[in-house]
């Protein structure tokens, strides 16, 4: 195999390992956002999550039990934060940035004094399919649980865009008070959406620890919450855009990563900005284009 | 305060001081002895004061500019990359412009007053063009304004340290002279009261004065409870939210400034020379229900959290309680205040 082809298929194996957990939590940060709620503690969902599949397998002896584990907590997060803005109506950031302040400390204490050791789920190698030049390892080896993006983008899709339920969430994001009048219940529908964006987001730090990396370490997702909050908006509240943006983001990382090792000189900070810097440019230029919420980030209450 | 918002905060309090110490006795630790080391660390002696007092000043002035900008509707939370442009702009005029003798303090401190409020101010101007929702913006510029730092102190031709001799430059700019940087206050035997401190309080009651007593203050406040009211009344609300917002980035950029120019950092640019003051910061401002003068003794409160924290890390337990301890306490203050109805930022 040429070198160059050799460069570009580890490029791309480490593009879609740096995309896929992203991936997953914009999946449900995507429906969070589509009900009006703009939860900046994805961060925490997946933190906290990493840090539980780790732990949790540890102690069952099973990775795929403590990816499960890392699901559960993760909508745990999920539904500590949709009582306290949805419920209590504390307002969303405040909530978010407490709740990610709060399980970094607590998964960064717990880290140190404990010893969590290494869990890792099985690797899949697709027969056939891997041999194929460039594309083949890069995608037809992986640790499976990546394979759950192929049900649950398409889950996700009918969830919101063809579902009763889905119906009614976008209702609670796009115009709360007219949701409230034919009988929605608005909160309840944007607590409902914060769960799912839990255990989706729970899912995707779960597979960065259990999945691809095998152990937890201090901050471990290191900021990818907020990396997936870029997602959605660069994407404009579209699924689809939003994966792509998960994608780009994901290779600009490789990228990042690999070049230097090649012997190419690279910004890294351009690298790491981009995709800030994308998502403010997305907000700026294609306001017309987006599907943005009307109530996003408002919190609703009737008036009485 | 309705009695349900009182039995939640009640309920965090008791988790904030329970957990943390549970936590501990399940590690393996004592929770007394942790906690005698927090006291010692922050409170114990002139030096642990000191170290408390110095941490207070950045903490008092990020949390009254974000009460600024939370009353008045425009809500603020990019204040740890506001704080990092505000140390960069300092960094930059201590280095090169040729100011003489102690003028060059102001010059430092002005300059990154401008810089960070122009960069807040940058937030304002994209919701006014586009709507786009201020704390999303100004949180992704925090992460703009991390890499704006990294890149200028790994950049020769901008802030990175000049290299000696042989040895590497490291990511970091020179170091300030010294008549750019905050002096003690008197003379007190082992107590630093260091100049900064100063800074904080005046700026937290002129900021008190202008918010409760002048019709600036007046208008902000209206713009916050009921924009639709205060635009009846002729306030042109996003043009209050942005003046609040610059505010706000100004006073952020200037607690860059004092970490820059005080003991806390080696008085150079770093790239982590903004240690999470901007994120406590504005926790401070929420737990002082954005009150200015209220923010005093609260910051005061944080900053012996964070001085006894690093204590409790040299005794062998890791200060990351610290963290859970200002989460929950944050949570406990924020949870009433907005069951009640006439809350600012709910």
Known sequence: MSTVAADLETILSSGIRLAAPLAFAACGEYVAERAGTLNVSVEAMMLGAAFGSIAVAGLTGSATAGLLAGVLLGALVGSVHGALSHRWHVNTFVVGLVLNALVLGLTSYLVTVGDLGRHQVAQVSVPGLRDLPVLGAPLFVERWPVYLLLALVPLTWWLVERSRWGLELRAAGENPEAADMTGIRVNLRRRQALLWCGALAGLGGAYLAVGEVGSFNQNMTAGRGYLVIAAVIFGGWRLGRTLVGCAVFGLADALRLALPALGHTVNSQLLISAPYLLALLAMLLFTTRQRRPGALAQPFRRAS | ?346
């Open chain 2, 1 to 346: 305060m309705t009695r349900t918002g009182a039995w939640v905060s009640a309920v965090i309090v008791a988790a904030a001081v329970v957990l943390p110490g549970l936590l501990i006795a399940v590690t393996g630790g004592s929770p007394a002895a942790a906690l005698r080391a927090l006291i010692q660390g922050s409170l114990g002696d002139a030096t642990a004061v000191s170290q408390t007092l110095l941490y207070a000043a950045p903490l008092l002035l990020v949390a009254v500019g974000a009460c600024c900008s939370a009353r008045s509707g425009a809500f603020n939370i990019g204040q740890e990359g506001q704080v990092l442009i505000g140390a960069l702009a300092g960094a930059a005029a201590g280095l090169r412009l040729a100011v003489p003798g102690p003028a060059l303090l102001v010059v430092v401190l002005l300059a990154a007053a401008l810089a960070a409020g122009a960069w807040a101010w940058l937030s304002a101007l994209m919701n006014r063009l586009r709507g786009v929702d201020i704390a999303v913006s100004t949180l992704l510029m925090t992460f703009l304004a991390q890499q704006v730092v990294a890149f200028a102190v790994t950049t020769p031709w901008l802030l990175q340290e000049s290299r000696l001799g042989a040895a590497a430059a490291l990511p970091q700019s020179n170091k300030l002279p010294s008549r750019a940087l905050l002096g003690s206050l008197g003379d007190h035997p082992g107590l630093q009261l260091n100049l900064g401190l100063a800074v904080g309080i005046v700026v937290a009651v002129l900021v008190a004065v202008a918010l409760d007593r002048t019709r600036w203050g007046f208008r902000l406040t209206m713009a916050g409870l009921n924009p639709a009211a205060a635009r009846h009344a002729g306030i042109s609300v996003t043009a209050v939210g942005g003046i609040a917002l610059t505010v706000s980035g100004a006073l952020a950029g200037l607690a860059g400034a004092v970490l820059l120019t005080s003991p806390l950092s080696t008085n150079r640019l770093q790239p982590d020379i903004s240690i999470n003051i901007g994120w406590d910061g504005l926790l401070v401002a929420l737990v002082a229900r954005n009150r200015p003068l209220l923010a005093i003794p609260i910051a005061g409160l944080f900053a012996v959290l964070r001085a006894g924290g690093n204590f409790l890390a040299a005794t062998g337990v890791p200060p990351y309680l610290v963290d859970v301890v200002k989460a929950l306490l944050t949570l406990a203050f924020v949870a009433p205040a907005v069951l009640r109805r006439r809350s600012v930022i709910a």
